[in-house]
């Protein structure tokens, strides 16, 4: 038998996990079940640092949110307009929130490219490994795909999404900015989710997102240089 | 008896949930045990924190529980245990624990789970086999959902696959009935 028929012969008997009806060979879980122990996790990581740094008063919430927007979307202007001393708090608290929800993606990423790319032709570049998450991870995470990809072949891409399935049944007492602003911890994970995949295909990257309006956002993934 | 409750089970599972990939799932516990191993780099601490995390999540869960299966008073705890493995367990996590080891009062069994979807892919390192119980949320959940309907139980797991043993086991024991007030420690 030549290789090429064994090849042949071994794609033929390799389970097609392509199929809708293959449930027996994937295990599934209700949805439901991520959603509570997603939420769960960004309160307790939170309330954990809260119970190291205790948040003055109340206002402590505000200030929160308002550095958090910074964080998401470094480049937009500071719209505080709260006391500096709480503030300072809450920046070191958010900061190790971020480091560490980003983390928990990160690891999640990078067994997610394992599980993933396992049987999947070799990526011929970059691109091919960013279009490897907007298909195959994405319709894996969300069962939708990507609804924008652009790069400007330097290096840095735009990954945008329309309706983030995390996002669609976020909602806020106090209107949509304020559960915009609510929302940037759960968006840690998606970011370092995808650095955790772009990481274990070897690339060195800066994921963050922006553009964020309730259920749209946008994640923007920048390769740093080797130095 | 115990069929109507597999039949609804599977009924709910079919037509009443949204169904995901376990992938997401089973990577996000592992990768928040990790983080909470590195944080506070004891496992007792470990399983108290997944119990209340579990905790938190089952005092929320049981309202989806209850509207998706449009189940009613339970008569009795032996019920009740029925419910949770054949529509409570199929529902979430796609699996079905056996109910089996009764005290001879009734007021104590055990769930021994043939399957966990939180345990694949997983293998602990020795020290953890010690001390760790991965799946720990599970008890927290059980307690929290009970809580919620004037239940008190005790919950713990007592053998676990990760640990090398030949079974994972959770050993329930009720506790009280609990009068109508507010629970303790809501968060």
């Known amino acids: ?227 | 008896m115990a069929k109507q409750y597999k039949t609804l089970g599977d009924e709910i599972w079919k037509n009443r949930v949204e169904p995901m990939n376990a992938e997401l799932f089973i990577f996000t516990y592992g990768s928040l045990v990790v983080q909470l191993v590195k944080d506070y780099e004891d496992y007792d601490q470990v399983n108290q924190q997944l119990d209340k995390m579990g905790y938190n999540i089952g005092v929320r869960l049981i309202e989806d529980f209850l509207a998706r299966s449009g189940w009613g008073r339970c008569t009795d705890f032996r019920e009740t245990m029925e419910v949770i493995s054949k529509i409570g367990f199929k529902m979430f996590l796609n699996i079905t624990p056996t109910v089996t080891s009764w005290a001879s009062d009734n007021k104590s069994c055990s769930l021994v789970l043939d399957e966990n979807p939180l345990n694949d892919f997983v293998e602990l390192p020795l020290d953890a086999q010690q001390q760790l119980w991965y799946s720990n949320i599970l008890c927290g959940v059980l307690r929290g959902a009970l809580e919620m309907v004037q239940m008190q139980v005790e919950v713990k797991f007592v053998s676990c696959v990760l640990r090398g043993d030949d079974i994972s086991e959770i050993r329930v024991q009720f506790v009280r009935h609990l009068q109508e007030e507010v629970p303790i420690n809501d968060e």
């Open chain 1, 1 to 227: 038998m030549s290789i090429t028929s064994a090849i042949n012969l071994f794609r033929q008997l390799s389970v097609d996990e392509s199929q809708p009806s293959g449930t027996t060979q994937t295990r599934q879980v209700n949805e439901a079940c991520f959603d509570y122990l997603f939420m769960e996790m960004v309160h307790t990581l939170r309330s954990q640092l809260q119970a190291h740094h205790p948040v003055p008063d109340d206002s402590g919430s505000v200030s929160e949110q308002a550095s958090a927007t910074d964080r998401g979307s470094r480049t937009s202007a500071s719209n505080t307009h709260d006391m500096p001393s709480t503030r300072e708090v809450d920046e070191q608290l958010l900061e190790t929130l971020y480091y560490k929800i980003e983390l928990i993606g990160f690891r999640i990423g990078q067994r997610l490219a394992e599980r993933y790319s396992k049987d999947r032709p070799r990526f011929v570049d970059t691109l091919d490994i960013v279009k490897f998450i907007c298909r195959d991870i994405w319709t894996k995470l969300f069962r939708k795909q990507i609804d924008n990809l652009k790069t400007n072949h330097r290096g840095v891409y735009t990954l945008q999404d329309s309706q983030l399935r995390w996002l669609t049944r976020m909602s806020g007492d106090e209107g949509t900015l304020q559960a915009t602003q609510q929302a940037i911890p759960y968006l840690w994970l998606p970011c370092g989710i995808i650095r955790g995949i772009m990481a274990n295909h070897g690339l060195d990257a800066t994921v963050t997102f922006k553009d964020l309006s309730l259920p749209q956002c946008t994640f923007h993934i920048k390769l740093n240089k080797p130095s």
